[in-house]
């Protein structure tokens, strides 16, 4: 806050001096002027009338007047009906009550918008007689407004930056732990997804499934094509295994054939249904290469938790086993392991 320069003492109409301090008019004077210069909007108001008898210099500039130019005037003719008339109704309840009262106000000219913390203070009455005046005090907000604001922008600009950069180091991660080929996860990522799926089920008794899937063996026009022939069935399959989880679930390449799903929240039925359908997604699958189409199948072995196994140990092992049973029957194949049964 800048200093002003000293002014001349405030000169005060006799009868005002009178009403603020008992005729002791000095002291008010010094206690305006002190206000003057902490940068406050000071006026004195008639209770009666509504009119101003007195304003500091920033006071009047605040309806683009001079301070000769505010005096003997009300609000009602400095400022537009409804800006008037809520000043009007914070006078009389500033004179209703014995202390001081506190409001905060809006002025609004043209393109400028100013707000205001606006304290109100009946002047005591001489003598016994009933107060005549209001003596009102404006600090004006709008700055403090204006950088509490866009401190709130910046603010929330460095939660959206920070929640980006928690997005992408988690993408970053993420990528990192698939594989390049096929766009799944790499073994270690998907186990470390499978132990914490297998602890989050167990202590909320949960069920979700575990699928182990091979590529059947390729047919003889497929391996004439040599490495580029396998890479684009390589390329369809991981895209289907993607498109065929959710966010919640995981899909992993275990080797050069093999690969698991992980369906979270999903028991062995509803996994067997999904299968079935990614099953014939893939039989169906034309893979365009040197003007050939290329065809291929997968096997699958669906374990669930914990109808089939009650660790993740025997889970691995049951979807295993069930993967060999459709390997025996020839490939092309969903086959679920079976339902354990508690003894009683």
């Known amino acids: 806050m800048t200093a002003s320069p000293p002014s001349d003492p405030v000169a005060l109409p006799l009868p ?7 005729g002791r008019g000095s002291l008010a004077a010094v206690m305006l002027d002190m206000l003057d210069r902490v940068d406050a909007l000071v006026a004195v108001k008639e209770i009666a009338s509504g009119r101003y008898v007195h ?5 009047a500039a605040l309806f683009a007047r001079l301070p000769a130019e505010v005096l003997g005037r ?8 409804n800006q008037a008339a809520a000043l009007r109704v914070a006078d009389q309840a500033a004179v209703s009550q014995s202390g001081a009262l506190a409001s905060e106000h809006r002025i609004e000219r043209g393109d400028q918008r100013r707000e205001f913390s606006v304290v109100r203070r009946v002047i005591a009455g001489t003598a016994g007689e009933s107060p005549t005046h209001l003596c009102i005090v404006w600090i004006e907000l709008s700055q403090a407004r204006q950088r509490e604001a866009q401190l709130q922008k910046l603010l929330v600009q460095l939660e ?5 950069n928690e997005s992408l180091r988690r993408e970053s991660h993420d990528v990192a732990g698939r594989d ?20 989050l089920s167990a202590r909320e008794h949960r069920q979700f499934s575990l699928v182990s899937v091979v590529l059947d063996p390729l047919p003889e026009h497929v ?27 995981a899909s992993c390449r275990v080797d050069e054939d093999r690969f698991a799903l992980l369906l979270s929240g999903v028991g062995l ?9 990614l099953r014939r997604q893939c039989a169906t699958q034309i893979v365009a290469l ?12 669906v374990a669930s938790f914990p109808h089939t196994a009650a660790t993740q140990e025997a889970l691995c092992a049951a979807a295993d086993a069930a993967l060999a049973e459709a390997i025996r029957r020839g490939g092309n194949h969903v086959a679920l392991a079976g339902i354990r049964f508690e003894a009683d």
């Not at 040197?290 to 072995?301: D, H, K, P």
């Open 180 to 199: 390049d080929a096929m766009g799944l996860y790499q073994r270690t990522h998907f186990d470390d997804h499978l132990r914490r799926e297998a602890d």
């Open 269 to 277: 039925a509803t996994a067997h249904a999904r299968m079935e359908g």
């Open 223 to 249: 391996l004439a094509l040599g490495g580029e022939g396998r890479a684009r069935i390589l390329e369809a399959l991981g895209r289907l295994l993607r498109s065929n989880t959710r966010a919640m679930d």
């Open 74 to 81: 009300s609000d009602g003719e400095l400022l537009d009906a």
């Open 290 to 301: 040197q003007g050939r189409e290329l065809g291929f199948t997968v096997a699958m072995g």
């Open 160 to 164: 959206q930056q920070q929640a980006a």
């Open 16 to 22: 005002l001096a009178a009403a603020l301090d008992g």
């Open 55 to 59: 304003v500091n210099a920033r006071m």
